[in-house]
T-cell receptor, first 112, second 116 residues
Framework: QKEVEQDPGPLSVPEGAIVSLNCTYS??????FMWYRQYSRKGPELLMY????GNKEDGRFTAQVDKSSKYISLFIRDSQPSDSATYLC????????????FGQGTELSVKP | DSGVTQTPKHLITATGQRVTLRCSPR?????VYWYQQSLDQGLQFLIQ???????AKGNILERFSAQQFPDLHSELNLSSLELGDSALYFC???????????????FGPGTRLTVL
């Protein structure tokens, strides 16, 4: 079983829809939680970062962490065609430098 | 543009060969990370160096090795290449040795390795 599980999709939604992306994890030592966005043939770029349970909002993006359920989510409101990309959740275990464990990634397509 | 540079962009080689991938971190970043991305395994952490010293290690194969030089650039050496080593190899950099608040890892554009 992988430490981080993420539904690979693909996910296709109409423009303006609310998108929900999710990851579950098994390692209680994870302390930091991130969402990266990766456009085709590019390197991943950080979207959201959080370390505590609860919600964190940044514009159209909301990251949610539930440590008791070992579950994190990313919500995208008013989705745009430019949001079409692969979204990867990432987690950092305690006392292992900057090591990140990534989910498989969810491929999102937003149709105009 | 993340500020992290990787060369070469593409590499095609044969099984059994050895290749070297190069990474220059963002100006001022002391940590360099190497990741491998393949369709079946996803994005996997290989190794981290901080200011020339190994800081963290993932499931890096013994055939793979890396180092960080005094000018902070890093090289990933892959030897005795197998078909299964075909993947995208990303380098990332950050200012500090740990993941933490504000310690973003910036990824380079990657090197696509094809082993024939």
């Amino acid at each position: 079983q992988k430490e981080v599980e993420q539904d690979p999709g693909p996910l296709s939604v109409p423009e303006g829809a609310i998108v929900s992306l999710n990851c579950t994890y098994s390692n209680s030592a994870f302390q930091y939680f991130m969402w990266y966005r990766q456009y085709s043939r590019k390197g991943p770029e950080l979207l959201m970062y959080t370390y505590s349970s609860g919600n964190k909002e940044d514009g159209r993006f909301t990251a949610q962490v539930d440590k008791s359920s070992k579950y994190i989510s990313l919500f995208i409101r008013d989705s745009q065609p430019s949001d079409s990309a692969t979204y990867l959740c990432a987690m950092s275990p305690r006392n292992q430098g900057g090591k990140l464990i990534f989910g498989q990634g969810t491929e999102l397509s937003v149709k105009p | 543009d993340s500020g992290v540079t990787q060369t070469p962009k593409h590499l095609i080689t044969a099984t059994g060969q050895r290749v070297t991938l190069r990474c220059s971190p963002r100006s001022g970043d002391l940590s360099v990370y190497w990741y491998q991305q393949s369709l079946d395994q996803g994005l996997q952490f290989l190794i981290q160096y901080y200011n020339g010293e190994e800081r963290a290690k993932g499931n890096i194969l013994e055939r793979f090795s890396a180092q960080q030089f005094p000018d902070l650039h890093s090289e990933l050496n892959l030897s005795s290449l197998e078909l299964g080593d075909s993947a995208l190899y990303f380098c990332a950099s950050s200012p500090t040795p740990s993941a933490g608040a504000g310690d973003t890892q910036y990824f380079g554009p990657g090197t696509r390795l094809t082993v024939l």
